[in-house]
């Protein structure tokens, strides 16, 4: 599948600075989630992000994912800064798969990762913030015949220097007929009243009461439950099954077979998983059969050995360390880590001949609904995909080939009645994708003062750009993930060599939680205390001397 398919994406006209418009007619609500959609003629919608209704209540549309990082409180902070709303009156609702959405920085594509949900809406959700509320005080003083000037927004209404005030919602209907003002001017952070206070965050309540709707508590009327056996062994195929004993445990309604493997379908999970266990398999196993830990260190350590490609070659690294007074090494190595979030991974998907509806906690919401509609032979637009709250997610449910979604998709395809598929907890830790694994081969040259005049590292893992989104990144056989947090280290060491393989494993991998930096970081900070400890000098003071030209990460390490 390819991951972008622009000609399949519909963009809407829009009104005003980029990124901003009036986008109506569309709405999408998972089920159990609070709020309410927007009522034809009762809700003031002056942009993608924002409905007020009449009844004061604020509709925020969250672009993000919320898997437990706060986003679901530190956007809604990011409008109702600008727009000064009563924070009691706020509510979300998960915001559906459209342009209108698109992250900021990936500019095609609606998801969340990379740290960048408050980063790439800073200024967008705050316009939007700033629009309505101008557009409340162009209606209050058209209301009140006086000038704007007059008037300001306060806690959910708009008050004239006079004392008379309006709620929010009593202007909703003439504000929703005015114009979508143009270059709003945006507060300064000296008049900051919600950005960096202290505040309570919204999904709490539903999170504590049990009311919050995860992808694993989504029902819908006739939804049955599917278990997928998959291959045991990375890429195997099915020769063969036998299904007889599982047919005949109680509650299972049909047994199929999907490019992942055989699809166990039932009343409810229990039975599923039970009619699962009793299927009798033949895989091949193909040339994975014989991978291990063990072969793959041996191949590592044999490649970290070698030169690879150079992410970083400063100075002159040969003549450093022929001219070193003493010479340090070291090796790291770090396992295949699955994501293992709390809440595995699953999916909801009604398959109705020329629409389609999806409901998962997902991270990559164009390219899940791409690959559906790709597997369903339908277009983008036929269907709709709610995101639900996602019980973490640290990459996983951002899955370049959107394997658990279009897994799904394919048991529906064939099922033709609604089904949930549920990985167990089991499957979702072999079921790959992992954290690569890595080996580290590190060294340093030390003059005679003690002074780290040469520093080389050599880095041996899979790429998680490979066959991904991002492989157009790759440059010179370089992933920019696989030495991030390497090859930009800012310490002071005039002779540098960095470079790194690359091999070509059937094990599937993923970027995990902060990507290259979980085991760079690791590394080099590492290796800094053991170079530190072996000169006899504090590594603080050490990493301070070596930060001179780096001032601003010299005083985060001062202030740490």
């Known amino acids: ?6 000609n399949s994406l519909l963009f809407l006209p829009m009104g005003g600075p980029p990124g901003r418009g009036l ?31 009449t009844d004061d209540t604020v509709t925020l549309m969250i672009n993000k994912s919320e898997m437990g990082q706060g986003v679901y409180t530190a956007l809604p902070m990011l409008i109702a800064e600008e727009l000064e709303c009563d924070w009691k009156q706020v509510r979300l609702e998960a915001a559906p798969v459209d342009p ?10 609606q998801g969340t990762g990379g740290s960048s949900s408050v980063r790439s809406e800073w200024d967008r959700l705050r316009q939007a913030g700033a629009t309505a509320r101008e557009m409340l005080i162009s209606a209050a003083a058209d209301l ?59 999904d709490t309540p539903e999170k504590t009461t049990g009311q919050a709707v995860f992808g694993m508590d989504v029902r819908i009327p006739g939804m049955l439950t599917a278990l997928v056996a998959r291959s045991p062994v990375f890429r195997g195929t099915i020769i063969s099954f036998k299904d007889d004993q599982t047919r005949a445990v109680p509650g299972v309604r049909d047994v199929l077979q999907v490019p992942s493997g055989v699809a166990v379908v039932a009343e409810d999970f229990w039975s599923a998983k039970n009619g699962r266990d009793l299927l009798d398999i033949k895989w091949n196993e193909g040339d994975a059969a014989d991978l291990s830990t063990d072969k793959l260190r041996e191949m590592y350590k044999k490649l970290a050995n070698t030169p690879g490609s150079a992410a970083r070659a400063q100075g002159d690294i040969q003549k450093a360390f022929a001219g070193a007074a003493r010479l340090l090494t070291a090796e790291y190595e770090v396992p295949y880590l699955a994501h293992a979030m709390m809440e595995p991974l699953n999916c909801v998907v009604d398959f109705r001949n020329d629409h389609c509806e999806i409901w998962t906690g997902t991270q990559a919401q164009t390219l899940d609904r791409e690959a559906a509609a790709d597997v369903l032979g339908l277009k983008p637009g036929q269907v709709a995909l709610h995101t639900t709250l996602l019980g973490g997610g640290f990459g996983r449910r951002a899955n370049p080939q959107s394997d658990f979604v279009t897994e799904a998709a ?15 907890r089991e499957d979702d830790i072999r079921g790959g994708y992992y954290r690569p694994m890595w080996n580290d081969k590190i060294a340093a040259a030390l003059d005679e003062k003690n002074n780290l005049v040469g520093w080389r590292h050599t880095i041996v893992g899979q790429s998680v750009f490979e066959g991904s989104a991002y492989e157009l990144m790759i440059e010179n056989d370089i992933d920019p993930s696989s030495v991030e ?12 060599l960095v470079d790194v393989h690359s091999p070509k494993i059937s094990v599937p991998v993923q970027w995990w939680r902060s990507v290259g930096h979980s085991h760079t970081a690791f590394v080099v900070e590492s290796f800094i205390d053991e170079v530190a400890h072996a000169t006899q000098k504090d590594p603080f003071e050490f990493r301070r001397a070596l930060l001179g030209g780096h001032p601003r990460h010299k005083h985060v390490l001062e202030l740490a």
């Not at 270059?183 to 900051?192: R, T």
């Open 410 to 424: 394919h048991v529906a395809k064939i099922l033709k009645k609604p089904v949930m598929v549920v990985w167990t």
């Open 1 to 6: 599948m390819a991951f972008f398919k622009i």
């Open 100 to 109: 209108a959405y698109n992250h900021t920085e990936w500019v095609i594509l």
């Open 485 to 496: 947090g390497a090859e930009d280290i800012p310490y002071d060491i005039p002779n540098i």
């Open 23 to 53: 986008v109506l007619g569309f709405y999408a609500q998972p089920p159990g989630r609070r709020g309410a959609g927007p009522v034809p003629g009762k809700t003031f919608a002056p942009n993608a992000f924002i409905r007020i209704g």
């Open 144 to 202: 009140w015949k006086t000038e704007k000037s007059l008037c300001r927004a306060e806690n959910g209404k708009i008050i004239h220097q006079n004392g008379k005030s309006v709620t929010f919602g009593e202007l909703a209907a003439r504000a929703a007929t005015l114009p979508v003002p143009e270059n709003v001017a945006l507060k300064n952070s000296s008049q900051f009243k919600v950005i960096g206070k202290p505040i309570k965050r919204l």
